[in-house]
């Protein structure tokens, strides 16, 4: 089955500090890739869906300053917590979906990204 | 008000039995569905998908019902290892609209 991976799988940092995090599809390539958070107890919220090669499409209420995503590649993304802040702790799931144009999203393993 | 909801529970049941809970979803203009499960401080995982004719995959079945934007999910025969939170899910295109999450613990 199709597999993505996520780095690092936990992050711990100082407050202010940039954080980037790192989405990858190991055996398909994804024209486009999707970035979730997950506070504890509640829905995943889609953030933001990046298309290789194009700026991401950031939902409303999240900053496309604060939260850098970068699609470089077919089976790359990034995404960049700038300037980290205890609010911004969270588990954080990236997504992609094959070129093929399926439905389906394959996640990630998530990353846990706590600010002290 | 939220897009998918869902009751939080816990629901707690013995193994080997039933149990069945659901959601509802706001956006008419969804046209795919599925529940994912997920387990603790991992991933979600696509469990099935949901048509509206109903459908079975080995101990789970799903319903959708579209006039009432009502999707349900009914696990029979229940094991430990299903203990687990079921998302429920509504899409539009490529958007997934995610529920909180119902709680299912198979106690033995």
Redesign the interface.
């Known amino acids: 089955g199709a597999v993505v991976s996520q780095h690092p799988s936990r992050v711990i940092c100082k407050s202010g500090t940039s954080v980037k995090i790192e989405c990858r599809s190991l055996d398909f390539q994804a024209t486009t890739m999707f970035w979730y958070r997950q506070f504890p107890k509640q829905s995943l919220m889609l953030m933001a869906t990046s298309n290789e090669g194009s700026k991401a499409t950031y939902e409303q209420g999240v900053e496309k300053d604060k939260f850098l995503i970068n699609h470089a590649s077919l089976t790359l993304s990034t995404l960049t917590v700038t300037s980290a802040h205890p609010e911004d702790s969270s588990f954080y799931i990236c997504s992609a979906r094959p070129v093929a144009g399926q439905e389906t999203q394959y996640f990630g393993p998530g990353t846990r990204l706590l600010v002290l | 008000r939220?897009e998918?909801e869902q009751d939080?529970g816990p629901f707690n049941v013995p193994e080997g039995a039933t149990v069945a809970f659901n959601c509802t979803y706001s956006n008419s203009a969804s046209q795919?569905f599925f529940w994912y499960r997920q387990d603790c401080?991992?991933?979600?995982?696509?469990l099935m998908s949901v048509y509206s004719s109903g459908n079975e995959d080995g101990r789970f079945t799903a319903q959708l019902n579209r006039a009432s934007q009502y999707i349900s999910l009914l696990i029979r025969d229940s094991k430990l290892s299903d203990s687990a939170t079921y998302?429920c899910v509504a899409?539009e295109g490529?958007?997934?609209?995610?529920?909180?999450?119902t709680t299912v613990t198979v106690r033995a």
């Open positions: 939220k998918v939080p795919s401080r991992k991933e979600p995982k696509l998302l899409s490529y958007k997934l609209s995610f529920g909180a999450g």
